[in-house]
């Protein structure tokens, strides 16, 4: 016969932790609930040294704890208390006939096997933070939920002594702290699985050691066993459901990733409303961009797109301002990367990779903005951009970080790969290849190497115009190169500055810029990159014909010399990288 059970006092709890926050609290509170305590080692002990009676697991077994504690709860006089289904009379009659007292509550957290793996440490460390005992006794209480109530969650302490207090949990409460619990152990599991699928699985040592280094394939790639084991597991928790996904009609939430490098996810919203679905799309990729630049930089972002980027000279330490007269670099990043397009920027999102000043705060505050990303506020900045109500201020987590590897969901699968990064060989304007025209004086260099990096940001197919370290036209998420390059030109001389009158562009590039009617020519004396090689010479003849004086792009093509023909012929400069940087999304 099956009874049903649905309040169960709490009269009898086995605690038994790593995480000892709020220990002392917990372990007071039920007692003073009239709950008698049993617990292990070093758990039993804070317990009783905060004055509150407890039992050692081994007077309940017999058994003294042994092994450096490896084995401590693996024992039936332990499981059979807290696997006893008291709905079940047999059940009951055996734990009469065995003399085994039932266990109502169990509180446990398990060994920071996460944290030791994040810290380097060695194989053997790694491994003896693997728990067993504990996630045996969670998974036994959240399997027995209807008789057992289980706590993983230090958070969830004051529920527990509100429960013992008021006559013990619920059924449905009882079903909940399950679920909990076995999302825990799952999600413990899985980082288990993964690590040791890392270390351990497949080859034997020699292979294992010349692959984790980069081993070259047949097709010229490398397959590192570090970044992709035999089994990659994603744990994921729910932080927010959204209002919406990327169209009102679609359900959405934001999940966190355990084990991962913090990121957007993880950012502390300061000011406005919630973020949205597609705020924090874009907002991951406006970060993307500004992060790709050890200097001040800003990107303005637009439906994942860059529509400006640009970089500011760092001042110099102890130095009011930088090289170029500048006080506030970050906010002349901002003024740079918002006017290569002012019109696309109306409602889009801002990422800088430097504290937001008052300074820029004070131009932001004009500009109709969804998101303001950046890794600080100054308090001064706060209180202007508040002044927009629906102005989301995200701040960045501490230690914010871009994974290694990035996930791509597919039908029926998921894509992994090695992030994309500023760390190919051919990244380093050193190493280009100066494939025609002069070589570039130190200020083009340095607007080439801009622009390289900047175009890793745009959609592919991606060509990049850039000046004085800030983009003034791009043209992205075409299906050929040839669009690409015209739709670069034309934003460049029809969007941005011109926006705001000729005399600007004036003082900022001279006059030799502007057409007789008054519009800018941002194109002429730019320079440009190019996400991949130029296939044919048209695409590149079009940046000539702009006045684009130098070009930096991967090569490659088997055109290539009709390309540098182009180039020889219109005297302009162009480097090949010998690394490309599609970026599909």
Known sequence: MTIQLDRVPLKRALISVYDKTGLEELASGLHQAGVQIVSTGSTAQRISAAGVPVTEVSEVTGFQECLDGRVKTLHPLVHAGILADRRREDHVAQLEQMHVEPFDLVVVNLYPFVDTVRSGAGQDAVVEQIDIGGPSMVRAAAKNHPSVAVVVDPARYGDVVSAAQSGGFDLMARRRLAALAFAHTAAYDNAVASWTAAQFEGEDEEELASQQTGQELPDGGTHQVS???????????????????????????????????????????????????????????????????????????????????????????GVEENAHGVEDPIAEAHRKAHACDPVSAFGGVIAAN??????????????????VVAPKFSAEAIEILSAKKNLRLLQLPEGYARDTVE?????????????????????????????????????????????????????????????????????MGQVNRLDSCRLAVERANTLGAAQTGAQEIISAGGAENVTASGAPERARGAVAASDAFFPFADGLQILIDAGVKAVVQPGGSIRDEEVIAAAEAAGVTMYFTGARHFFHG
């Not at 430097?354 to 998101?371: Q, S």
């Not at 969901?409 to 051919?426: H, N, P, T």
């Not at 050193?430 to 340095?446: K, R």
Request: charged residues 20%; aromatic residues 8%; proline residues 4%.
């Open 227 to 317: 970044l992709f084991p035999p089994y990659a597991g994603v744990t994921l928790q729910r932080a927010e459901t959204l209002r919406y996904g990327e169209n009102p009609h679609q359900k959405a939430a934001l999940y966190v990733e355990d084990g991962a490098a913090p990121g957007i996810a993880q950012a502390e919203l300061l000011h406005g409303k919630p973020m949205s679905y597609n705020n924090y799309a874009d907002a991951d990729a406006a970060l993307r961009a500004a992060f790709d630049f050890d200097q001040p930089a800003v990107a303005v972002v637009k439906h994942a797109n860059p529509c400006g980027v640009a970089v500011a000279e760092e001042n110099a330490h």
């Open 354 to 371: 430097r504290e937001v000043t008052a300074g820029m705060a004070r131009a932001v505050k004009d500009i109709f903005t969804e998101v």
């Open 407 to 475: 996930y791509k969901q597919v039908s029926g699968g998921m894509l992994l790969q090695a992030r994309d990064a500023i760390d190919a060989a051919g990244d380093d304007p050193a190493a280009w290849t100066l494939a025609a025209g002069a070589a570039a004086d130190d200020q083009t260099l340095a607007d080439l190497a801009f622009a390289w990096r900047a175009v890793r940001a745009a959609k592919s197919n991606a060509v990049l115009l850039a000046s004085d370290g800030a983009t003034v036209g791009v043209g």
